[in-house]
């Protein structure tokens, strides 16, 4: 089983301020790697795909790299609506597996 | 509009079993790779299952193996998982979601409680 680990836990940062998150793969994923934001009360909501592209929809202050092994999730300015947890997932081995999620938090 | 509509949770005693459903409408179900993931209260998301499009492939995490089953009814445009020998740890709001190769769209959760 692949472990995905990311990092912070927790991200205090105010409005307009860059945000990046960190996905680790405990082996290479290739680019088989997603990204979700979920709000209390929602499901999660798919933001990023094979790594770096973006869903349909989703606005372009959310930008994904990496392959392989390490994968980062960068928010360019917070909006209000982003303050959310992000999860990264693999999806290129079996068992799929997910992180344990970041909170991006307001300062 | 892609729509998947998780039903069948409730709250059911160590040991007993539950059948979740996931009525999908707005695309071809027939398509599509399902999967069932789960998140417990306070906790993140873990991926429990999926199956293929013609239901000829079903992959399980470890610790659902042998107690869970997923299955379709492409006729009826339904993903089912069927739970068995349910533990307190499998206590949790099961998604069931469409596939493009990573879960794409997802219902809203149906809760299930395993307590006695």
């Known amino acids: 089983e692949i472990l995905l680990t990311q990092s912070p836990g927790i991200l205090s940062l105010s409005p307009g301020e860059r945000a990046t998150l960190s996905c680790r793969a405990s082996?290479?994923?290739?680019?088989?790697l997603a990204w979700y934001q979920q709000k209390p009360g929602q499901a999660p909501r798919f933001l990023i795909y094979g790594a770096s592209s973006r869903v349909t929809g989703i606005p372009d202050r959310f930008s994904g790299s990496g392959s392989g092994t390490d994968f980062t999730l960068t928010i360019s300015r917070l909006e209000p609506e982003d303050f959310a947890v992000y999860y990264c997932h693999q999806y290129g081995s079996l068992p799929r597996t997910f992180g344990q999620g970041t909170k991006v938090e307001i300062k | 509009e892609v729509l998947l509509v998780e039903s069948g949770g409730g709250l059911v005693q160590p040991g007993g079993s539950l059948r979740l459903s996931c009525a999908a409408s707005?695309?071809?179900?027939?398509?599509?790779?399902m999967t069932w993931v789960r998140q417990a209260p306070g906790k993140g998301l873990e991926w429990v299952a999926n199956?293929?499009?013609?239901?000829?492939?079903?992959y399980y995490v470890d610790s659902v193996k042998g107690r869970f089953t997923i299955f379709r009814d492409n006729a009826h445009n339904s993903l089912y998982l069927q739970m068995n020998s349910l533990r307190v740890e499998d206590t949790a709001l099961y998604y069931c979601?469409?596939?493009?190769?990573?879960?794409?769209?997802w219902g809203q959760g149906t809760l299930v409680t395993v307590s006695s």
């Open positions: 199956i293929k499009q013609d239901g000829s492939e079903k």
């Open positions: 979601a469409r596939n493009g190769g990573a879960p794409e769209h």
């Open positions: 707005g695309f071809t179900f027939s398509n599509h790779w």
């Open positions: 082996q290479s994923v290739s680019s088989n």
